[in-house]
């Protein structure tokens, strides 16, 4: 296993432009996490999957979030229309590997700053 | 929005002390999981206990389970400048993590 990744591992945008984030979860894992982290706070829930299928999505998440997995594979996470509110840590974990079925594995982040 | 809380936000100990950090959480549990985080990277899985367990240890960690009051505590034994992180729990169930606990280690 490599380990989750994520890319890009920072991103500096401007007000009202639109950014896209991917997350390639370790092979075989058939769940997949979004989270958004700002400073000093706990991870906030965005998004699962279970392969290609999103089964949850946070309250959090305004109609300017969108995530996709398709084939159960990699998953994107895109922001329409940014705002500074939207600047933070973004998480992507992925789970369901035989023997740590229920352990979430993460991935470095991805650092968004709307300037 | 979160559902776990942990107690304290901040903790300050010196090397070879035990830290003791409290999470609770308000929907129910299959399990409950408690993640490392240094700063500004990934979390890392520490260890999970089971809605029908009590106490678990893994090395230095001891985590408890108390599902009637709907806490766990995560304690680290004789701890080390290196565990200086930040700490949470997770509700397998809502997929929800606690707001975290920051240690620090003092050498």
């Known amino acids: 296993d490599t380990g989750v990744s994520q890319d890009p591992r920072h991103k500096i945008t401007k007000r009202g432009q639109n950014v896209t984030f991917r997350c390639d979860p370790i092979s075989e894992h058939n769940r997949l996490y979004w989270y958004r982290q700002t400073l000093g706070q706990g991870p906030e829930f965005l998004t699962y999957?279970?392969?290609?299928?999103?089964?949850?999505k946070s309250r959090l998440l305004s109609d300017r979030f969108s995530a996709e997995r398709p084939k159960g594979s990699f998953s994107t996470l895109e922001i329409q229309r940014t705002e500074q509110g939207d600047s933070a840590m973004y998480l992507c974990a992925s789970s369901g590997h035989r023997g740590d079925n229920e352990k979430l594995f993460f991935g470095s982040g991805t650092q968004l700053s709307v300037l | 929005s979160q559902q776990g809380e942990e107690d304290p936000q901040a903790l300050s100990i010196q090397e070879g002390e035990n830290a003791t950090m409290n999470c609770s959480y308000k929907t129910s549990i299959n399990n409950l999981q408690w993640y490392r985080q240094n700063s500004g990277r990934g979390l890392v899985h520490l260890i999970l206990i089971r809605s029908n367990e009590r106490e678990k240890h893994s090395g230095r960690l001891r985590v408890t389970l108390d599902t009637s009051k709907k806490s766990s505590s995560l304690l680290i034994t004789a701890s080390r400048a290196a565990d200086t992180a930040s700490y949470f729990c997770?509700?397998?169930?809502?997929?929800?993590f606690g707001a975290g606990t920051r240690l620090t280690v003092k050498p």
């Open positions: 999957f279970q392969n290609e299928a999103q089964l949850e």
């Open positions: 997770f509700n397998n169930n809502d997929m929800r």
